[in-house]
Nanobody, 124 residues
Framework: QVQLVESGGGLVQAGGSLRLSCAAS????????MGWFRQAPGKEREFVAA????????YFADSVKGRFTISRDNAKNTVYLQMNSLKPEDTAVYYC?????????????????WGQGTQVTVSS
C-alpha cells in the first residue's frame, strides 16, 4: 500500500521560509513523478511543483518560480519543497502526490496517490 506522509508545515511571517518533506513508502515504482499541490480555503487544489524521480526533471507553477525549490533524496524516498520569500497568498494545505507516468504533469487527475496534507500559514 502506497503511503505518503508530509511534514514541515507551520505558521511563518511573510518573507520567511519553510521546508516541507514528503516520505513515500510501500511502492516499487522504478520511475515516477512526485509533485506538490496546495489548496487554499474555498479554492481548487492547484499544482505547485514536481520532480521526476529518474531524470530529475523539475517543473514549477509560475506563482512560485524563483521562490520555491524542489529536491529529492533517493535513499530516503523523500521529496522536499523549500519555500522561501513566503507570501500570505501561499497559505494553504500542501499535499504531495505520486504520478506513475514519469513525464511530469501539472494536472491533478494525473496523480494517483496522495498524502494527507500539511498546513502552511503565512501571516502578513
Amino acid at each position: 500500500q502506497v503511503q505518503l506522509v508530509e511534514s514541515g508545515g507551520g505558521l511563518v511571517q511573510a518573507g520567511g521560509s519553510l521546508r516541507l518533506s514528503c516520505a513515500a513508502s510501500g511502492h516499487t515504482f522504478s520511475d515516477y513523478v512526485m509533485g506538490w499541490f496546495r489548496q487554499a480555503p474555498g479554492k481548487e487544489r492547484e499544482f505547485v511543483a514536481a520532480i521526476s524521480w529518474g531524470r530529475g526533471d523539475i517543473y514549477f507553477a509560475d506563482s512560485v518560480k524563483g521562490r520555491f525549490t524542489i529536491s529529492r533524496d533517493n535513499a530516503k524516498n523523500t521529496v522536499y519543497l523549500q519555500m522561501n520569500s513566503l507570501k500570505p497568498e501561499d497559505t494553504a494545505v500542501y499535499y504531495c502526490a505520486i504520478q506513475r507516468d514519469p513525464r511530469i504533469s501539472a494536472r491533478r487527475n494525473d496523480y494517483e496517490y496522495w498524502g494527507q496534507g500539511t498546513q502552511v500559514t503565512v501571516s502578513s
